[in-house]
């Protein structure tokens, strides 16, 4: 069966520090990959999402990046972040055909930008 | 205009009585799916049941089915003989046919049940 693990669960960093957060997936191959970003009390915004290794497609302008140096990994980057960053980032995967394929999601990272 | 709107902020049920959470979208393609979600406290996205706009017959899985008047464009969540573990919020979300990739999510609806 396939799983998808995100990390961390929870962090907090200083306006300006830099981001990392790793989404892997395990028990499939060649997935679709996405990041979610969730306000407090709101939907889900999609931030990425890669149909292929180094190929990312961005729905939102932001200070955020996205990186997929493996098949099965996912990076959500920043340089610098802002306090707008803070909220809730979900990982999600799908099979690529048909239409009709879920989404699944990792647990999420809740940051927090002080 | 929102592609998917949920109007329901908030729904109360009795335990083991019914309830039906509100979807309407908006889409000038003529395939398209749509998809409700559970997202309990703990924050995880869970996969309900899915629509597709050529199916026939509405959608079931377990306690869950899904209304879905094509005209009407609406495609509303029914739970069945509600738990007390389906206290969550619920999101109903759509796939345009243009893209296999993106989804558009409602704002939620949060459901409370009641013992």
């Known amino acids: 069966s396939q799983t998808i693990h995100q990390w961390p669960a929870t962090l907090v960093q200083p306006v300006g520090s830099p981001l990392s957060l790793e989404c892997t997936v395990e028990g499939t191959s060649n997935p679709n990959l996405y990041w979610y970003r969730q306000a407090a009390g709101r939907g889900l915004q999609l931030l990425f999402y890669?149909?292929?290794?180094?190929?990312i497609s961005s729905e939102v302008p932001q200070n955020l990046s996205a990186s997929r140096p493996q098949d099965r990994q996912f990076i959500l980057s920043s340089k610098k972040l802002l306090l707008s960053d803070s909220g809730f980032y979900l990982c999600?995967?799908?099979?690529?055909?048909?239409?009709?394929?879920?989404?699944?999601f990792g647990d999420g990272t809740r940051l927090s930008i002080l | 205009a929102q592609k998917i709107t949920q109007t329901q902020p908030g729904m109360f049920v009795q335990e083991k009585e019914a309830v039906t959470l509100d979807c309407t979208y908006d889409t000038s393609d003529q395939s398209y799916g749509l998809f409700w979600y559970k997202q309990p406290s703990s924050g995880e996205m869970i996969f309900l049941i899915y629509?597709?706009?050529?199916?026939?017959q509405n959608a079931t899985e377990g306690r869950y089915s899904l209304n879905f008047q094509k005209a009407r464009k609406s495609a509303n969540l029914v739970i069945s003989a509600s738990q007390l573990g389906d206290s969550a919020m619920y999101f109903c979300?759509?796939?345009?046919?243009?893209?296999?990739?993106?989804?558009?999510f409602g704002k939620g609806t949060l459901l409370t049940v009641n013992p």
């Open positions: 890669s149909v292929g290794i180094g190929q």
């Open positions: 629509q597709g706009s050529y199916d026939e």
């Open positions: 999600a995967w799908s099979r690529g055909q048909p239409g009709n394929q879920p989404q699944h």
């Open positions: 979300a759509m796939r345009e046919g243009g893209s296999n990739y993106k989804l558009t």
